[in-house]
């Protein structure tokens, strides 16, 4: 299973994506709105762990992005 973690807090997002690495899932990781969107909607995940509050793009922007083209499960922190 892979999944995105789009979180702008790095000591969050580092130890968000290591838990879940030990827990077996391929996880790939976002700093920013920019960034999680770009990768939300070129890349294929099997869910995704969005924080709210995201600098450059709200997360709302991003699931709105998302939900154009993708029904990929979206979990908002």
Known sequence: MRILVVEDEPRLLRNLAKALREEGYAVDTAGDGVEGAFKAVDYDYDA??????????????????????????????
């Open 48 to 77: 995704i762990v969005l924080d709210v509050m995201l600098p450059k793009m709200d997360s709302w922007e991003v699931l709105a992005r998302v939900r154009a083209t993708k029904k990929t499960p979206v979990l908002l922190l």
